[in-house]
């Protein structure tokens, strides 16, 4: 990982560390937990519209803010956990699309495209 993303990866690997929550944190486990806090943060939205869901009062903004960084959290964690480095996993996915949704086909459209074929 580089830069932001490896200070908050090592501040949460001392975090475990000290408190002896290695065992605990398997990649299935932080997965799962990663899930369950995305379940949260999606929770926030539910019931809301569209525009209501742009426009969020200080208390849920504040409640979504606070899933963001749990989900966040988990997310580095795992990625750590497996030696994946976040940001280049992202933007490897990002050049993928970018070759998937090319701009003439894909402009104003949210339909999936093919998978990519191998060269």
């Known amino acids: 990982m580089s830069g932001e993303l ?15 929550w290695e065992k605990f944190h398997t990649p299935k486990n932080l997965a799962m937990a990663l899930a369950g806090e995305a379940g949260e943060l ?3 939205f539910q019931w809301l519209t569209a525009e209501e869901s742009r426009d969020l009062d ?6 979504v803010r606070a899933e963001l960084g ?4 988990y997310l580095v964690r795992l ?3 497996l030696g994946v480095d976040l940001a280049e996993a992202a933007n490897a996915k990002l050049d993928d699309s970018e ?4 701009p003439e086909t894909y402009r104003g459209s949210a339909r999936k495209a093919p998978p990519l074929t191998a060269d």
């Open 6 to 20: 490896e200070h908050l990866a090592a501040r949460l690997r001392e975090f475990v560390r000290v408190r002896d």
């Open 42 to 44: 999606v929770a926030e």
């Open 58 to 63: 200080e208390d849920t903004l504040r409640r």
């Open 70 to 73: 749990d989900v966040t959290l």
């Open 79 to 81: 990625a750590d956990a």
């Open 99 to 102: 070759r998937r949704y090319d």
